[in-house]
């Protein structure tokens, strides 16, 4: 059964940073093309990051600059460091590991990002 735990949201002001982590079981984290989303109250989904199998790494305009993408496979976790963060970064942030061989996707529950003088 896979299952994708994300951890590290919190509520922080302006300015500051924090690290979100996502583990994956039941998947190899390395084979999938692996993104961070965030989703706004009554608003869609929004890709943030992306790491893929290949190696490449994309980010939204937004973010550029601020946040990072990473991967540490031997623990089948990826990261996302988010510096310089601002109030409309508030959001719910989800991780998602895609397999581009058999088009499979696993989502995670979430992770509150809040901030906020």
């Known amino acids: 059964q896979v299952r994708m735990v994300e951890s590290g949201g919190d509520l922080v002001q302006p300015g500051g940073s924090l690290r979100l982590a996502c583990t994956g079981s039941?998947?190899?984290?390395?084979?999938?093309?692996m993104g961070w989303y965030r989703q706004a109250p009554g608003k869609q989904y929004d890709l943030v990051a992306l790491?893929?199998?290949?190696?490449?790494?994309h980010y939204a305009d937004a973010v550029k600059g601020r946040f990072t993408i990473s991967a540490d496979n031997a623990k089948n976790t990826v990261y996302l460091q988010m510096n310089s963060l601002k109030p409309e970064d508030t959001s719910v942030y989800y991780c998602?590991?895609?397999?581009?061989?058999?088009?499979?996707?696993?989502w995670g529950p979430g992770t509150q990002v809040t901030v906020s003088p």
């Open positions: 039941g998947i190899i984290v390395s084979i999938h093309d």
């Open positions: 790491t893929t199998a290949r190696g490449t790494t």
């Open positions: 998602n590991a895609f397999n581009p061989s058999d088009d499979s996707s696993y």
